[in-house]
T-cell receptor, first 114, second 114 residues
Framework: ETGVTQSPTHLIKTRGQQVTLRCSSQ?????VSWYQQALGQGPQFIFQYYREEENGRGNFPPRFSGLQFPNYSSELNVNALELDDSALYLC?????????????FGPGTRLTVL | DAKTTQPPSMDCAEGRAANLPCNHSTISGNEYVYWYRQIHSQGPQYIIH???NNETNEMASLIITEDRKSSTLILPHATLRDTAVYYCIVRVPRGTGTASKLTFGTGTRLQVTL
């Protein structure tokens, strides 16, 4: 069974640029959630995708957007990067079954905005 | 989702049991208790979850009080590799009309020492 994978591992961008982060779900999972973790803080929920539709969103501006593909892999796009977007971006996949939708996390992508 | 309260840090000697407490006095009847841990700069790792009965798996045991207002995660024989931040999260699983996000607090930093 393949776990959740994310790419790239590290990324450096400059303010105002755009970035795309990728996530491959664990085999058999149909739901993907994205989190942002700033240094020294717990992860914060960005949004969740289920069957290619956004299923819920946290307190993040519209310049944070996502996609989920038919194979349940996912992308997180961030436009007009700001310095405060520097963080560890985490993807978690789960199987949408009531009472048992445990989320499993990937290793994360470390984004640095200069 | 209900808020949780955890001590900011704890120490444990290697080989001894680590008992990590969590208060969730406002938990609702359909909310589960989840535990994750995060080793430095890695993605959170799922440990265990439960509703009202005590649970045990290969990693840990979860003891939930009868009134469900608090719980304890037990690592029976802590090793240096268990040094991490441990997060206690209460949430309603998917299927109840809301995105099944995880709301992380600040967690407990467990330091296992020789």
């Amino acid at each position: 069974e393949t776990g959740v994978t994310q790419s790239p591992t590290h990324l450096i961008k400059t303010r105002g640029q755009q970035v795309t982060l990728r996530c491959s779900s664990q085999s058999g999972h149909n739901t993907v959630s994205w989190y942002q973790q700033a240094l020294g803080q717990g992860p914060q929920f960005i949004f969740q995708y289920y069957r290619e539709e956004e299923n819920g969103r946290g307190n993040f501006p519209p310049r944070f957007s996502g996609l989920q593909f038919p194979n349940y892999s996912s992308e997180l796009n961030v436009n007009a990067l700001e310095l405060d977007d520097s963080a560890l971006y985490l993807c978690a996949s789960s199987l949408d079954l009531q009472h048992t939708d445990t989320q499993y996390f990937g290793p994360g992508t470390r984004l640095t905005v200069l | 989702d209900a808020k949780t309260t955890q001590p900011p840090s704890m120490d444990c000697a290697e080989g001894r049991a680590a008992n990590l407490p969590c208060n969730h006095s406002t938990i609702s009847g359909n909310e589960y208790v989840y535990w994750y841990r995060q080793i430095h700069s890695q993605g959170p790792q799922y440990i265990i979850h439960g509703l009202k009965n005590n649970e045990t798996n290969e990693m840990a045991s979860l003891i939930i009080t009868e009134d469900r207002k608090s719980s304890t995660l037990i690592l029976p024989h802590a090793t240096l590799r268990d040094t991490a931040v441990y997060y206690c999260i209460v949430r309603v699983p998917r299927g109840t009309g809301t995105a099944s996000k995880l709301t992380f607090g600040t967690g407990t930093r467990l330091q296992v020492t020789l």
